[in-house]
């Protein structure tokens, strides 16, 4: 390669690397910005609406399924487009983080900027007071103004700068305005950081229980366990709970008719193994602690128990089957699946707790409340699918090799006898259902915190107006002036409190009293004193 060809590629390169230098900068200070970091945090908010418009996996995985089984296609998109698990997703998470890298590099810097101004003197009287925004001539003036000047600006708690020679005085006051602009952004990365952290280092269970049933905090207990990637399995503490009674209460009169009045989920806990059982209630809203975690209600229903016999008569199934809930009157579906039965049976069951049939929309539930269960079991017999080793939902019934027996309308302690000698199933009685999430997540009390200083820091930032006000000696008087950073309206008062103490003849004088208008007390300015005419 030649001396020039050498030459033109290094000059390339220099100019490649040069423009990469500038995109990157450009980039960083984009994503640095506070419109940048505005913009990502309404773009979060817009990506949570999702997680409250659908139902999502880990809250309510009874519902996610019914809903992608009624919506086909259209919910196999959402699926894996991430909307049933939104606060999981990569496109979340994406979001959250650039968040988090812009918030960090606004406000770091800004941080220690303002530090730097905190120690600051307040800067320089201007020269011609005149020009800013209030000013006022004062021309019957005490004696030895400076001193008094400075002595009420102090007992107003401002900070206050004199010349040399005392011809003029510079006042500040309002710093913790911006103090509390920095502490709202701080208190925003803290959040982040500690939901971050919450997520990596905790987990969330789910189970279902029928009323009489148990479960052990073990992860083999659990229907559905998902954990952090630092959340130590080892650490579960494994106490014991037991459903023994749900207690729900519907209204039966006025407008409100069949809206919840009660939900109780009465609760045995034994927090170690061998230890003393305590009787707790776990409400809506109203979590358990056990074991370090927390044991939120999240949903109820009907298990419906039958007994299934076989075509000889032998017991194969005898068990409660949960029922997921549809519509607000609780209209419910299940399956049953019998795979010891030989041939192999399953049932498809529309459960209504108060059961009507109506001749064009058929069954429907009158009230959420068993009042009068009444339950349609369609039968199937064949192959149920379960030999092949494949995960089923066990809310669906894959009756594509199977041969259709019937439909029959039970009532609670009918038999139902099948169709080619098949077998039977009993309708054995209605129990309820309730499914509980287990939260396990040591952030909760470092979440409530920043978001409490990002309450502070949000009202200092909104109340507490910053303004400065100037003195210069002139050979008439004194020249006041004042200038606000924050559209303060209390700089008219300020100056005429000033102005009234420098006044000769004047009620106002400095007070060694402490004001409790200052940045660290009170929000707002006492009364402003008579106002004194302004002067050409």
Known sequence: MGVSARAELDATMVTFMNTVTVWLR?????LTSMRTALLLLMLLAIAAVPGSIFPQRGTDDIRVQRYIANHGTYATVLDRLGFFHVYASPWFAAIYLLLLVSLVGCVVPRAMEHGKAMKAQPPLAPKNLERLPAHRRVQNVVAEPVDV???HLRSKRFRVRVA??????SAEKGYLRETGNLVFHLALVLLVITIAVGKTTGAQGKMVLVEGQGFTNQLAQYDDFRSGVFFDRSSMVPFTLKLTKFDVAFQRTGSERGAPAKFDAHVNVQDSFGGPVRSQIIRVNHPLGAGGSQVFLTSHGYALHFTVRDSAGQTVWSDSAVFAPEGANMLSRGVVKAPDAKPQLGFQGIFAPSGMV???KGLFSSFPDADAPLLFMGAFT?????DQGIPQNVFTLDASKMKRL?????RVGDTWTLPDKAGSITFDGVHRWASFVVSTDRSEVWVLSSALLAVVGLLLSLFIPRRRVFMRMTDDGVLLG?????GADTLTTDLDSLSASLTVGSRERPDTTPDMTSDTQNLSDVPAPPRVEELS
């Open 482 to 486: 004042g200038l606000h950073k924050s």
């Open 382 to 386: 064949g192959d149920l699918g379960l």
């Open 406 to 410: 019937g439909i029959q309308p039970l």
């Open 358 to 360: 109506d001749p064009t």
């Open 164 to 169: 040399e020679d005392k011809t003029w005085v």
């Open 26 to 30: 450009w980039s960083w200070r984009t």
């Open 149 to 151: 000047a400075i002595a």
